[in-house]
Structure formats: C-alpha cells, structure tokens
C-alpha cells in the first residue's frame, strides 16, 4: 500500500474508534495532534514524516488511563493495526517505542523520547493539553471522572511517580499546577517552545480571572 493510503486509512480506523468519546481523547484530540505534528515536522527536516503522521494518529490508540493502568495495550493495538495494513516491521517498533514513552507520568518524571519523531509527537501531544483547546479538554475529562471543578481545601501534589499520578483524584483546577503549566518547559523542538509561550500565558490569565470570580472578586 503506498504511504499515503496507509495514512488515510489509519486515520479513517482512529476516526471510526474514538468519535463522540467525551473525556477530551476524543477523534478530534488525534486530529489535532496529528495537524500540530505536520506543523512542527515542517521545521524539523530530518524526520520521517510517515512515521511522525503514523505515530501522531496511534498515539492514544489504547491509552493505559483506559485500560486499566495497563502500559503495554497502547503499543500492541498500534502493532496489530499497522500489520493488518503491512506497514513495514521498522517503522511499527518505531511506532510502538514512541507510545510507550509518549504520556505524562507525573511532575517528577522526566520525558525521556529518544527519536526526532518520537519528540515530534511529544510536542504535539503536549501542545493540545495547553492553551484554550487545553482548558476545555481538563474540564471535560475531570467532569467525565466525577472530579470537583475546584476545592480550595485541597492544594495540588508535586507526582514524583507515575503511579502516584496515576492515582490522583485532585480537583480539575489542580491539574494546572500538577501538569499543565509545566508543559512549556518540557517541549523538545523549538516550534513547539514558541506555540507552547503563548498558550501558557492564556492559560495564566485565565486562571487569574478564574480565581477572582472564586471569591467574589469580580
Ligand atoms: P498524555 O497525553 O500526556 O498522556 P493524558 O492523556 O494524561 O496526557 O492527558 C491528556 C489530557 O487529559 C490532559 O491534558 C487533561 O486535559 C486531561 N487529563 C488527564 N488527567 C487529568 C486529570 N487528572 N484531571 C483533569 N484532566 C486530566
Ligand atoms: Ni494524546
């Protein structure tokens, strides 16, 4: 199959699995990332863009949040897919090493992605928690699992494991400070380091105003 076609049609099977989900890791979420990928993939110019088109489709193809903490569902989707179109071995474990590497595991834990595409994809990823699409996608996936909008009796943890932010139940508002605002210094490509700027000091402001109509303020 020619890569184009691969493409396409892993985007139609992304696509068909995950419209209407509503906890932010919808179709759209791919979309977006994978649009994000092909924006930052234009400054880097050794990258595979096959495998960075690829990835950025997959990356959430069985994300371990979903499938019970299990870490490894996310790469073997992504492998059984790609065989079923006979893409070629080299650049499916390139694939499944990207998912493997690619979520945030908590304040303290360094992202560790080795490959141009694999940082490509990161970036990406990252740039769709943050800024306006960022706030609605927290909202959303905090409401989905039951979370409290904000409690001020309840301040936001340092994770300095995966497991510990994998078991944490904070508020939403608590998400910013556990992950969100840390994403702009986290980014590996400079495209992405400049998008990330803007949208951090949207979110700034927004939990600014956020906090003045808490009390009353405004
Ligand atoms: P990654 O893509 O780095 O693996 P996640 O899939 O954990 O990140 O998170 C993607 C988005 O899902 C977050 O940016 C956020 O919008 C939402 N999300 C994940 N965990 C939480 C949480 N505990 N509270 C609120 N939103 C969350
Ligand atoms: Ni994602």
């Known amino acids: 199959m020619k890569q184009a076609d691969c493409i396409q049609k892993t985007a139609d099977f992304v696509k068909a699995k995950f419209s209407g989900e509503g906890t932010g890791h919808d179709w759209w979420h791919m979309y977006r ?29 069985a994300d371990w949040k979903f499938h019970n903490g299990d870490e ?3 790469p073997k989707a992504a492998r059984e897919w790609l065989e079923s179109i006979g893409v070629q071995e080299a650049v499916i474990s390139q694939i499944e090493d990207i998912i493997r590497t690619v979520s945030f ?14 940082k490509i994809i990161h970036d990406a990823d990252k740039l769709d928690a943050i800024g306006a699409v960022g706030i609605a996608r927290t909202f959303a996936y905090g409401g989905a699992h039951n979370r409290e909008i904000y409690n001020p009796t309840i301040s936001p943890e340092r994770h300095d494991s995966f497991e510990a932010y994998k078991n944490s139940k904070g508020p939403t508002i608590n998400h910013f400070y556990e992950k969100l605002l840390l994403l702009k210094d986290r980014m ?7 998008i990330a700027e803007q949208r951090h000091v949207y979110m700034e402001a927004y939990l600014k105003e956020f906090f003045a109509e808490w009390e009353g303020d405004r």
């Not at 590996?188 to 400049?194: H, L, S, V, Y």
């Open 72 to 74: 490894e569902a996310g």
């Open 33 to 61: 990332v994978w649009q994000l990928a092909k924006t930052i993939v234009a400054e880097e110019k050794e990258a595979d863009l096959f495998v960075v088109e690829l990835g950025a489709l997959l990356h959430d193809i």
């Open 105 to 118: 595991k908590g304040a303290g834990v360094a992202s560790a992605m080795k490959t141009i595409e694999g």
């Open 188 to 194: 590996f490509t400079e495209t992405a380091k400049r």
